[in-house]
């Protein structure tokens, strides 16, 4: 299977990567069927979304919509950023076709400066998996600023937490394998600025 990471920040050295890139890491030394990819959205141009057909875009953009698309599970991070999802991971989920995600076992990890946001993952993340008709893993890994030195993640109870999450997100991704997604309801239909 291929899980690929999806991390939210533009940072140079950030924590929401390194957090990432840990949980990856354990997916793939616990099971040898796993391939990774880490996307680092730092590293791509990507553009906004203006509402075309996801499958116009081109260049950077393509890559990651494309990478997103071919991935059997994912496992996003974000930054908190004002209480919520960054910017940049929200017009990923803005560009990624409807049915990108559809069946697939997604987590989230989110990194922030406060425990008082801890909970934007429950409402501002999760809530996008409904959205795309994706399977969530229940448990999720905060990481507050205190949990890392120098830009490495130290915490050990955090570590062990992500290697339950990478754990459970290949569990699952074995039981459902894009499947039993419910009731098939509507899309929203997006404007195409052709049609304007
Ligand atoms: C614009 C901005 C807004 C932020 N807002 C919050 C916030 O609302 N709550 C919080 O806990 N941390 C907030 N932070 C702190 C970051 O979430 C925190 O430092 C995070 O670990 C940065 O992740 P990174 O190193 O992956 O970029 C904010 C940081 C920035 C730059």
């Known amino acids: 299977m291929k899980l690929v990471g999806v991390s939210g920040s533009l940072t140079p050295m950030s924590k929401t990567y390194v957090t990432l890139k840990e949980a990856l890491t354990f997916a793939q030394n616990d099971n040898e069927n796993v391939e990774t990819d880490l996307l680092n959205l730092r590293d791509y141009e990507i553009q906004f979304c203006d509402g075309r057909d996801p499958a116009a875009y081109e ?13 059997d599970a994912l496992l996003f991070g974000s930054p908190i950023y004002r209480g919520s999802l960054s910017g940049a991971l929200k ?67 955090i570590r062990q937490r992500l290697q339950e999450l990478a754990i459970s997100i290949v569990q699952l991704n074995e039981r459902v ?20």
């Not at 260049?59 to 991935?71: F, H, P, S, W």
């Not at 507050?144 to 993640?153: A, D, M, P, T």
């Not at 997604?181 to 304007?196: D, E």
């Open 59 to 71: 260049g950077d953009t393509k890559k990651v919509i494309d990478l997103i698309e071919g991935a």
């Open 91 to 157: 017009n990923v989920f803005d560009l990624i076709p409807n049915d990108s995600l559809r069946g697939k076992v997604v987590g989230f990890i989110a990194t922030g400066g406060t425990y008082h946001h801890y909970l934007a993952i429950e409402h501002q993340l999760k809530p996008l998996a409904g959205y795309f008709k994706a399977h969530v893993v229940p448990g999720n890994v905060y990481a507050h600023n205190s949990h890392f030195e120098n830009k490495q993640l130290v915490d050990e109870d």
């Open 177 to 196: 394998q894009g499947g039993l997604v419910g009731a098939n309801q509507p899309t929203i239909p997006r404007q195409s600025l052709a049609q304007t």
